[in-house]
């Protein structure tokens, strides 16, 4: 019986240490996959709430707003987008291209960034006149004016040159009609001074900075909402948004959300330590 009893204990040894392993892969993938989702939802969330703040009453806010109101929405949404698009993800590369340097070196830049960023938001937003999103408003008015008056005269000039002549091949006509309602001088207009006004700005910093340090996917797609709602909103009622949201309370309310991302940020410390 005393032989039976050591000849079992060791293969009851063996059963304890080998039985839990089957069930620690299962449990660990399952670990890995909340994980991911974790961080693409906090790049999202993230993203999307910096983009809001950053771009509510901001230029790019305002070209879209005062076209819509003069040439059919879909067409400044489309071109606005297409441009803030462009612009967001060719950020969301170049945070990627930062990876390669380390991660100790992103974390301090992106918690110095946000720290200036919201001071300066704060500041600003303290020392701003309560009519200061009005001022901005007549002063792309008064841009959006001049680029009017260099498309009617290019379309002045198109005209004299092509004589009143039409084509006589139903095809070609419409082929050209879809050109130039694709690449009219409105929608490259739009275009252009939404892709120019969106170069360096505040929320393309914020963007490369948030995807050298999040879930490149969350910080894309999230960014990319952001900027799809503030667009529909300057197109669908811009001018009484602009009117009835206070652009200073705004910039004081980002220069917040920008402060709280750094001490987010420093609590979480940077994101290769374990």
């Given at each position: 019986?005393?032989?039976?009893?050591?000849?079992?204990?060791?293969?009851?040894?063996?059963?304890?240490?080998?039985?839990?392993?089957?069930?620690?892969?299962?449990?660990?993938?399952?670990?890995?996959?909340?994980?991911?989702?974790?961080?693409?939802?906090?790049?999202?969330?993230?993203?999307?709430?910096?983009?809001?703040?950053?771009?509510?009453?901001?230029?790019?806010?305002?070209?879209?707003?005062?076209?819509?109101?003069?040439?059919?929405?879909?067409?400044?949404?489309?071109?606005?987008?297409?441009?803030?698009?462009?612009?967001?993800?060719?950020?969301?590369?170049?945070?990627?291209?930062?990876?390669?340097?380390?991660?100790?070196?992103?974390?301090?830049?992106?918690?110095?960034?946000?720290?200036?960023?919201?001071?300066?938001?704060?500041?600003?937003?303290?020392?701003?006149?309560?009519?200061?999103?009005?001022?901005?408003?007549?002063?792309?008015?008064?841009?959006?004016?001049?680029?009017?008056?260099?498309?009617?005269?290019?379309?002045?000039?198109?005209?004299?040159?092509?004589?009143?002549?039409?084509?006589?091949?139903?095809?070609?006509?419409?082929?050209?009609?879809?050109?130039?309602?694709?690449?009219?001088p409105i929608f490259l207009t739009a275009?252009?001074?939404?892709?120019?006004?969106?170069?360096?700005?505040?929320?393309?910093?914020?963007?490369?900075?948030?995807?050298?340090?999040?879930?490149p996917w969350g910080v894309c797609f999230?960014?990319?909402?952001?900027?799809?709602?503030?667009?529909?909103?300057?197109?669908?009622?811009?001018?009484?948004?602009?009117?009835?949201?206070?652009?200073?309370?705004?910039?004081?309310?980002?220069?917040?959300?920008?402060?709280?991302?750094?001490?987010?940020?420093?609590?979480?410390?940077?994101?290769?330590?374990?």
């Amino acid at each position: 019986m005393g032989d039976e009893t050591q000849h079992q204990l060791p293969v009851m040894a063996a059963s304890l240490q080998t039985g839990p392993v089957p069930a620690a892969a299962p449990y660990q993938d399952f670990v890995d996959s909340y994980l991911a989702q974790a961080g693409f939802w906090h790049g999202f969330v993230v993203s999307l709430a910096v983009i809001i703040v950053s771009e509510i009453g901001d230029k790019t806010f305002f070209i879209a707003a005062i076209m819509a109101m003069k040439n059919p929405r879909m067409l400044i949404f489309s071109a606005a987008i297409s441009a803030l698009g462009i612009m967001h993800v060719l950020s969301v590369v170049l945070g990627l291209a930062t990876t390669i340097i380390p991660q100790i070196y992103t974390f301090y830049a992106a918690t110095f960034l946000f720290v200036l960023f919201g001071v300066r938001m704060l500041y600003e937003g303290y020392h701003m006149d309560a009519d200061e999103g009005q001022e901005e408003l007549e002063q792309v008015q008064m841009e959006l004016k001049k680029k009017e008056e260099e498309i009617d005269n290019q379309k002045s000039v198109s005209d004299l040159e092509s004589g009143g002549e039409t084509s006589s091949d139903p095809t070609s006509s419409m082929i050209q009609s879809l050109l130039k309602a694709v690449f009219s001088p409105i929608f490259l207009t739009a275009f252009t001074m939404t892709f120019l006004a969106e170069w360096g700005d505040r929320s393309q910093i914020t963007t490369i900075i948030l995807s050298s340090r999040e879930d490149p996917w969350g910080v894309c797609f999230g960014g990319i909402l952001g900027h799809s709602l503030c667009t529909a909103m300057a197109v669908i009622g811009g001018r009484m948004i602009a009117q009835k949201i206070s652009v200073r309370t705004v910039t004081l309310i980002g220069g917040c959300v920008f402060l709280l991302f750094a001490v987010s940020s420093i609590y979480s410390g940077p994101a290769g330590d374990e």
